[in-house]
């Protein structure tokens, strides 16, 4: 009887599968990568044109309401809680999600930079609104302040986890919500010892956003951790 031998793949065949593989890969990491920085520019550049109104309508009012003022000097003990806080959820992040920890000190690409924007935007607007304004609303209206802390961090992690709805997955997003509102929990209990100046909260933010972002939203937009690991390697031979 005459044997049929099937074909083995030669090594060129091989090597053309693969790099067809990693240009597919490549392609949709820097589309999300694009998609993310568009979302993340402009949700910034929204936030940012309210601190430029409030700057130019009463730049006085503005920054005694952001908490700029001598009652700052006198909470030590916020200030000392607020950099212990930025630390341990800056690492806590750092060691959950590679693609931060990759990134934790990279300020040289165009994405990161756009973090650096998002992160002053960011860190001012919703510090303001979900403690400032959102937690004196609700002590106004008769809540204590153990029911202020918790509805401002439930609100505060459930807003970002919309992030998560970008790129299809639930599980990555809970993960990131559930996190955001123990954040949430600690920003809210500095601007309570902070006696409710609210700059305490402002500086912790910026200073986990300067390290976590904008990496932290491209993992929760990317569909799989698996394209957010690819990326790192576009990166490397991009940027």
């Known amino acids: 009887m005459m044997k049929i031998r099937a074909k083995k793949p030669n090594s060129f065949e091989n090597k053309v599968s693969i790099g067809s593989s990693q240009h597919r890969d490549e392609s949709v990491n820097k589309r999300q990568k694009i998609i993310s920085g568009l979302l993340l520019f402009g949700i910034s550049t929204f936030m940012a044109i309210f601190i430029i109104i409030g700057f130019i309508n009463n730049p006085a009012h503005f920054t005694n309401f ?32 590679p693609v931060v920890r990759q990134n934790l000190f990279n300020f040289s690409c165009w994405f990161k930079l756009l973090g650096v924007y998002a992160a002053f935007s ?42 998560s709805l970008f790129g299809g997955n639930i599980k990555t997003g809970t993960g990131s919500a559930i996190s955001t509102i123990v954040l949430g929990l600690f920003l809210a209990f500095i601007y309570v010892i902070a006696e409710r ?13 300067l390290f976590v972002e904008p990496w932290l939203i491209l993992n929760a937009v990317c569909s799989t951790s698996k394209s957010t690991d690819n990326l790192m390697g576009s990166d490397k031979n991009s940027d």
């Open 66 to 97: 952001m908490g700029i003022n001598k009652t700052a000097l006198e909470i030590p003990a916020a200030w000392v809680v607020a950099i212990l806080v930025s630390i341990c959820y800056i690492a806590y992040t750092a060691r959950m999600i």
């Open 197 to 209: 100046n609210v700059l305490p909260s402002i500086i912790a933010h910026m200073i986990i956003n």
């Open 122 to 163: 960011s860190g001012i607007i919703e510090e303001l609104v979900f403690r400032k304004m959102l937690m004196d609303w609700l002590g106004i209206n008769g809540l204590n302040i153990i029911l202020q802390i918790v509805i401002s961090a439930i609100i505060f992690g459930l807003l970002h986890f919309s992030w």
